[in-house]
């Protein structure tokens, strides 16, 4: 072969190799792009605003490092629980509060802007109580019920298509007490709990140690009890919040008095519950009050987690037969901070977000998704008085 030939043939392939990585380039430019966008999700913050804090806020959150970046607030009184609707276009926020008049708190509607984070007020109604301390929205998007504390009583309010929210067209208020004189002299509402396939609601009332389940109809808003209407708890637990397990067969509940979990089977035909444990929350050697707080299953299923805010300062740890749905304690992180009331996983279940009310920060924690413990990753976000953590995807 002649030199010439020779060196035509080396830059033929210097030219179809450099091709190749320019090819392999153009594709990483477009694909490394989408992968940022998966790593960055915004962090919603709800708030009490008796202290630094002004109300909402939003970060930006990096799920690889668990970096975080204010972008966005909005003032409100007490925006203590927040539901993102589920085309995550609009967030709902309570206003805990309470006046003279009988139903002196309210719901308020805001836009959600997913380019920058922004969130603009839309409207607000009434909750039709004082002190609404919990906001849900159907798994259509088209209603919002919320719990009202201090009433002990709920309503259902409709979403208008573009988000704003209309006057309530139910209400219920319950009745009754139970065996504590200090916190259970009347009803208090804390959770308002949509079932998954969207028929029922299950609502915890601390004050009467039952867990009240209605039938929803999902056109008219309308609520009524449900076939086996309520389950009781052990007299003085002080039921709070609730969730379901993802395979939907079970329900755990977190009771905030005596600082346990009842896990009950689903009867998702009736909505009923049957009880298969209770469980204490609180580490063996603890005697304090327990004033647990928040419960969640993590989203592969396998470890529930419950906070304890009262004395104890912890998240309790369990391990799930997804069998069975019983539950094996297998132990206590503290939080690093004081009265964890709310927390919550981050979308890719990496991260654990734990809301320290009266330390003014959240803590987030390293989760080891193979034994479910956590390890403390140094990552802080100062705030005041946080306490309830919820998520909206860039995408």
């Not at 050697?285 to 592969?300: L, Q, W």
Request: proline share 6%; with cysteine; aromatic share 10%.
């Amino acid at each position: 072969m002649h030199l010439t030939s020779v060196k035509i043939l080396n830059l033929k392939y210097f030219y179809i190799h450099r091709m190749k990585i320019l090819l392999m380039i153009t594709m990483m430019g477009g694909l490394l792009p989408a992968a940022r966008a998966q790593q960055d999700v915004y962090l919603l913050l709800g708030t009490y605003t008796s202290g630094a804090s002004n109300g909402i806020y939003v970060y930006n959150f990096n799920t690889a490092t668990a970096g975080s970046r204010l972008v966005d607030s909005v003032k409100i009184a007490n925006p203590s629980f927040l539901a993102v609707s589920p085309n995550e276009k609009f967030v709902y926020s309570v206003s805990e509060e309470a006046n003279a008049r009988q139903n002196g708190g309210c719901i308020a509607a805001f836009a959600f802007n997913k380019q920058n984070g922004s969130l603009t007020p839309l409207n607000r109604q009434s909750s039709q109580g004082n002190n609404p301390c919990y906001v849900a929205i159907d798994k259509a998007g088209r209603w919002v019920v919320t719990g009202n504390y201090s009433s002990g009583s709920l309503a259902a309010l409709p979403v208008l298509k573009n988000g704003f929210l209309d006057s309530a067209v139910s209400a219920i208020e319950h009745t009754g007490s139970s065996v504590n004189s200090e916190r259970q002299n009347e009803p208090h509402v804390h959770a308002t709990v949509f079932s998954p396939d969207n028929k029922y609601v299950l609502v915890p009332d601390l004050g009467i140690d039952k867990v009240m389940i209605y039938a929803f109809n999902k056109r008219t808003g309308a609520l009524t009890p449900a076939a086996t209407p309520f389950v009781m708890t052990k007299p003085g637990s002080g039921p709070r919040h609730l969730e379901f397990h993802p395979n939907k067969k079970f329900v755990y509940l977190v009771e905030e008095l005596t600082g346990s979990i009842s896990a009950y089977r689903y009867q998702a035909k009736t909505g009923a519950l049957e009880l298969l444990q209770n469980i204490s929350t609180l580490p063996p050697e603890f005697m304090g009050f327990a004033g647990s707080a928040d419960i969640h299953v993590s989203p592969d299923g396998r470890f529930l987690y419950a906070s304890n805010r009262g004395q104890s300062h912890t998240i309790a740890i369990f391990s799930i037969d997804k069998k069975t749905g019983q539950l094996t304690p297998i132990g206590h992180q503290p939080t690093l901070g004081k009265a964890p009331r709310n927390f919550n996983f981050d979308p890719t279940g990496n991260w654990l977000l734990v809301a320290n009310q009266d330390s003014n920060e959240v803590v987030i924690f390293k989760i080891d998704k193979a034994t479910g413990m956590l390890s403390d990753s140094g990552k802080r976000i100062g705030v005041g008085k946080p306490v309830c953590v919820k998520w909206v995807n860039k995408k």
